[in-house]
Structures are given as structure tokens and as C-alpha cells.
């Protein structure tokens, strides 16, 4: 079944670092890709649709120079957190949908497996 | 008012017990519903899809009603496994592809 990788799983950094998390459709093309924030004991949050060879859509309240998104192929997109801060860590997870797939925009999608962002 | 409401929970419930989940979601031109299951700290997994004419997969059985803009789930025949977050999910007109989330009903199974 289509797989979405999602690296790194786990980063733990100082405050001030920039953060990069790559998001990888393994056994499909991925035009259109998401990333979600979760914090704790809430649900998922979108914060950007990534989208390929184009510029991101950034939800209300998501600063786009902060999250640095960038959709250079159809299986990759990387998430930038840039100076990070305390209130940035979150678990971030990205998530793809096979538009090939039987059913176009009604199918589920698929989701890596989260990086847990942790800024000290 | 939220986009997909759930009530939170805990649903504390024995094993063997039946358990219904509903959710309810705000904008009338949603497409498509689901069901995902989130373990702590894990990423969503896909349960079931939801349909208006129901849909049932083994113990598990998903509704729609439209009218009502109301979604459920009903677990049969509790497993201990069971136990984790299950989330309400819809996704919008086909103007915005990504999906809402509710904020997940806890759900434990007890021995």
C-alpha cells in the first residue's frame, strides 16, 4: 500500500536552531502534500498544503517565514521550522494522497509517521 | 463553533462492551467522512471511511446522516486493543483537500 515517510522522527535542539523535516511519498506522486501540527491532548491542526512546483498555502495564523515549506518533486516535501522556539515544539506530521489513486480527492490520505519536535 | 466536533471522553468500558462514538461537523458541503485511529504519540491510521449508507468492517461499524450532519462509530465485542483515540474526519469540497480533525474520543478498554 502507498507509504509516506516522514524524517526525522524524533529531534530534540536549543532554541534558535532551524529545524528541517522531510516528508517522502515512497511508492507514489504526491502533487499535493499537508502538514499538521498536533499539540498536546489536541487534535491535528493543518498548517500549510504543499504544493508541487508552486508556493505553499499557509492556514490563518501560520507565519509562512517561520515555516519554510518547499516542494521541489513530487515525492518530497520538507517542512523548515526556522528559530525555533519552546512554543514550537509540537509533533509535526505530514500526510499525501495518490491522486492516480481510484477515487481522486476522496480518498484517504496517508500519513508519515510524525516528528516530535522538542526545543529546549 | 468547531469544525468537527467529539466528545472527548474518556470512554472507560469493559471488554466485550459495545461503545458508540458520535461526531458532528459544521460545513454542509463536506465530502467525504472518516474515521482515523491515533495511538499516543503515533500518527493517525485509518480506520474505516464513512458512508450514508453505513459501513461495517468486522466489529466496527461507521453511519452518516447528512441531514443531520452527524457521524458515528460503534464498536462491537471490545478488545483490550482497542484502546487509544479515535478521531472524527472530514474533508471539505474539492476546494480544499485537506482534512479537519476533530479532537478524538478517548477510548479505554479495561480487563
Known amino acids: 500500500g502507498a507509504v509516506v515517510s516522514q524524517h526525522p522522527s524524533w529531534v530534540i535542539c536549543k532554541s534558535g536552531t532551524s529545524v528541517k523535516i522531510e516528508c517522502r511519498s515512497l511508492?507514489?506522486?504526491?502533487?499535493?502534500m499537508f502538514w499538521y501540527r498536533q499539540f498536546p491532548k489536541q487534535s491535528l491542526m493543518l498548517m500549510a498544503t504543499?504544493?508541487?512546483?508552486?508556493?505553499?498555502?499557509?492556514e490563518q495564523g501560520v507565519e509562512k517565514d517561520k515555516f519554510l515549506i518547499n516542494h521541489a518533486s513530487l515525492t518530497l516535501s520538507t517542512l523548515t521550522v526556522t528559530s525555533a522556539h519552546p512554543e514550537d515544539s509540537s509533533f509535526y506530521i505530514c500526510?499525501?494522497?495518490?491522486?492516480?489513486?481510484?477515487?481522486?480527492?476522496?480518498?484517504?490520505?496517508?500519513f508519515g509517521d510524525g516528528t516530535r519536535l522538542s526545543i529546549l | 463553533r468547531k469544525e468537527v466536533e467529539q466528545d472527548p471522553g474518556p470512554f472507560n468500558v469493559p471488554e466485550g462492551a459495545t461503545v458508540a462514538f458520535n461526531c458532528t461537523y459544521s460545513?454542509?458541503?463536506?465530502?467525504?467522512f472518516f474515521w482515523y485511529r491515533q495511538d499516543c504519540r503515533k500518527e493517525p491510521k485509518l480506520l474505516m471511511s464513512?458512508?450514508?449508507s453505513g459501513n461495517e468492517d468486522g466489529r466496527f461499524t461507521a453511519q452518516l446522516n447528512r441531514a443531520s450532519q452527524y457521524i458515528s462509530l460503534l464498536i462491537r465485542d471490545s478488545k483490550l486493543s482497542d484502546s487509544a483515540t479515535y478521531l472524527c474526519?472530514?474533508?471539505?469540497?474539492?476546494?480544499?483537500?485537506?482534512?479537519?480533525f476533530g479532537s478524538g474520543t478517548r477510548l479505554q478498554v479495561q480487563p
Open positions: 474526519v472530514v474533508k471539505g469540497d474539492t476546494g480544499r483537500r485537506a482534512l479537519t
Open positions: 460545513n454542509s458541503a463536506s465530502q467525504s
Open positions: 464513512v458512508y450514508s
Open positions: 504543499s504544493n508541487e512546483g508552486s508556493k505553499a498555502t499557509y
Open positions: 511508492d507514489f506522486q504526491a502533487t499535493t
Open positions: 500526510s499525501a494522497r495518490d491522486a492516480q489513486a481510484r477515487g481522486g480527492f476522496n480518498q484517504p490520505q496517508h
